[in-house]
């Protein structure tokens, strides 16, 4: 089915398969709701905000023009877009005062909603100062509407932050959003946007707004290229007072004659709401050209054992380690510490006599990526780099080294920035690239990239920060060249897309539960610690191979210095592994006992697939649910707070309708079969329940297993039933594994279970009450 356009005198509509968009003429309206009218938003209009600037620290100056009538209108039904082929309305429109705008929309037969694009021209005579564009600026008034269903009073807004570090959390309307201080400011929020407070909460990149569990509003900026953007929500509780889409212009001299367009928005309708983010990074990835790996990684990180004081013998401690358990992970990456000073990558700290060339090598022989950390945009004030190119400096507007941070683990601490628009920076980054590369190094993790985009005064003040970020990036990649896998870290999330094959999307993880000092310390919960961490994997897991491979932070195993208990341990190894994306260890792998490592080789390889989340009813959302083709699913549900919460399995909203056979994963059972819910008592905090739900359709499975967390989902090629009680499996796995399995067989006995053992793969017989199998391993 096509869109349907109609033309009438005072509007023209677009109608498709799930949203229907009505554009009123004079004055200028857009709406957009689902075919029942239900959800949806009502009365939208398109402003700028001229003759100001973009503020560094906020508030934007300048006088916001609203365009109202629509001059001209040109329909196109079936063009090629960035997100495929729609139907596309253009409208030129007039505003007051020598300043016109042009608007696109464009939808798609079966989209969920549209796309949306602003451009600003100067008509007049005179240069003109933009401060911001506004796609779409919703406030109450004659005609306006927000339909958005279920109870007021429950409705969230979903605040993401700048960059992998920057919490993301569902806020109700009403509360007190947490907001950096300032000294830290400049790490963890974009530079233009307005401060967030109680009645003013700010997303950035994209948000979603509606009831848990319900439909609601998709919302984000699907390119990146140039402005840095993010949507504003005024509102009290129980009420929205305006939603704004804004992109910064990084203060844009609009000279006579001269045009403006904004970065492309995604309006959408969202059921359930939770499905939003994940609405918004899809079309926002294509858009972009996200180059997301088709498979997800694992490895070894040398940061959260060893710190700034790696040594090259650690690592080949842990290679020679790795060799020894036939762990199979792909990456074996040095984090910081390797190097003489920040910005001075090349020359190597003494714990690295032989320099970085013959350990890449090493780790290579030993049939892994070498991979190892930078961070692209940082020079220590005495490092070589900064001393002898003071001119590769970003500036402030008195001419001084802008301070992006102070790192208590650097000496001196203090970082500078580099200004990518220099063309000496841009060549050194691209050099930079190619020398890692040509020391064998084909994984890096870039770090501390947000100094890539902050606000300063460039060498070339006409790129914007967004731009000078992506400038820099890509020379680092040109130079590494084909097949580098790029991990981004401390990134401007919005900024990066299209660039990484992996982000960081969350705080660092620490061998603590929480880190409520350095929370208050900076604001915000962004302390080194296994909650902060985990509170960003649920929020941003929709991301997950739709912008890049999602990066949890490291899964810490270790017994001895950790303040991890057992059950936080298994909380952040479930977590990360239901989250798909790379499983990264960062133990003394030797220091870890049998039933540590056994939980790292649970974790690998990586599931590989998005999670859906459960309903945000906190913060963050506390489940993930991966489902895999065999119609199985696993069911995390995690305690990320301090009081114990019931738990109840709802199987009919996670699809699952019949009778379905349920094995809780930690207690290695089988629990009752289910239908329609499941009551599971309670969960202490801390504390996470893992259950492999499996549809009871009559044939032979395997239902659980200790060699994956997968429970069955992931390790097992075939399985056939050869009568009454009888099986022939083949499993695979990479590595060395030992383990038990249980078979679920559709008549009595209903269960059996049997010891393996092996590499890579094996196939064996299950028998009712017996094993033949071929390792050799007895059965019980
Ligand atoms: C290496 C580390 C690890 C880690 C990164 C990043 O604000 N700060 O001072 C600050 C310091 C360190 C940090 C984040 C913030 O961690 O996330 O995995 O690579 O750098 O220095």
Known sequence: ?????????????????????????????????????????????????????????????????????????????????????????????????????????????????????????????????????????????????????????????????????????????????????????????????????????????????????????ALGFTSHSRFLSWIELANEPGRVHALCARCATDGESLAPGGSLASERLWLGISAPLEEALGQWAERAGREMGAPVPARSLSGWCSWYRFGTRVQAEDVRRNLRTLRRLGAPLDVVQIDDGFQSAIGDWLAPAPGFPEGLAPLAREIRAEGFRAGIWLAPFLAAPRSRLAQVHPEFLLRDARGKPLTALWNPDWPGGRAFALDATHPGVEAWLESLGREVRALGFDYLKLDFLFAGALPGARHDPRVSAAAAYRRGVAALRRGAGPGIFLLGCG??????????????????????????????????????????????????????????????????????????????????????????????????????????????????????????????????????????????ALWLRANLGEKPERLDLDLRALGLRGPTRVWDVFAERELERAS?????????????????????????????????????????????????????????????????????????????????????????????????????????
Do not use: Y
Not at 110 to 137: C, H, K, Q
Not at 520 to 532: D, K, T
């Open 491 to 632: 990134a401007p999330l919005g900024a990066s897309i299209g660039l990484f094959e992996g982000m960081r999307i969350g705080p660092d993880v620490a061998a603590r539960w929480a880190s409520p000092s350095f929370d208050r310390l900076v604001g915000v919960e962004s302390g080194a610690s296994a909650r902060n961490a985990l509170a960003n994997v649920f929020a941003r897991a929709p991301l997950h191979q739709r912008l890049w491979l999602n990066d949890p932070d490291c899964v810490l195993l270790r017994e001895q210095r950790s303040k991890l208990s057992d059950t936080e341990v298994r909380t952040l190894a479930a977590s990360i592994a239901l989250a798909g994306g790379l499983v990264v260890v960062s133990d003394e792998l030797a220091e870890l006992s049998p039933e540590r490592l056994a939980w790292l080789l649970r974790m690998l390889p990586s599931l590989g697939r998005t999670p859906t989340v459960g309903p945000a009813r906190g913060g963050v959302p506390d489940e993930l649910i991966t489902r895999f083709d065999d119609g199985s």
């Open 1 to 217: 089915m096509a869109v349907t356009v109609k033309r009438e005198d005072s509007s023209v509509s677009l109608v498709g398969e799930r949203v229907r968009v009505r554009l009123e003429l004079a004055p200028l309206r857009l709406s957009l709701s689902d075919p029942s009218g239900e959800v949806g938003v009502w009365g939208a209009r398109v402003a700028a905000l001229v003759d100001g600037k973009p503020h560094a620290d906020g508030k934007p100056s300048g006088t916001r023009v609203v365009a109202n009538l629509v001059r001209d209108l040109v329909f196109e039904d079936d063009v090629e877009t960035p997100l495929g082929r729609a139907a596309r309305v253009r409208a030129r429109l007039a505003v007051a005062d020598g300043l016109e705008m042009g608007i696109a929309i464009e939808l798609g037969s079966d989209w969920p909603g549209i796309s949306l694009a602003l451009e600003l021209r100067n008509t007049g005579g005179r240069a003109r100062d933009v401060a911001a564009l506004e796609p779409f600026l919703w406030e109450p008034g004659a005609g306006a509407r927000l339909a958005l269903p279920g109870d007021a009073g429950a409705l969230r807004f979903l605040a993401l932050g700048h960059q992998s570090w920057s919490p993301a959390r569902w806020l109700r309307l009403g509360e007190r959003p947490r907001l950096p201080r300032r000294v830290v400011r400049r790490i963890f929020t974009s530079p233009f946007v307005p401060r967030a407070k109680r009645g003013r909460f700010v997303s950035e990149s994209a948000t979603a707004l509606g009831q848990p569990g319900r439909a609601g509003l």
């Open 676 to 780: 329609d819910a499941l009551s599971l008592g309670s969960l202490a905090p801390h504390a996470a329940r893992l259950l492999r739900l499996i549809p009871d359709d009559g044939t032979a499975r395997v239902i659980g297993s200790t060699l994956h967390l997968a429970s069955g989902a992931l390790e097992v090629e075939s399985v056939a039933l050869e009568g009454p009680g009888a099986a022939r499996l083949k499993l695979r796995l990479p590595g060395r594994r030992s383990g038990e399995i249980a078979l679920a067989l559709p008549s009595a006995p209903r269960l059996v279970r049997a010891h393996v053992a092996f590499d890579e793969a094996l196939e064996l017989r299950v028998q009712l009450g017996g094993v033949v199998n071929p390792s050799g391993i007895p059965d019980r």
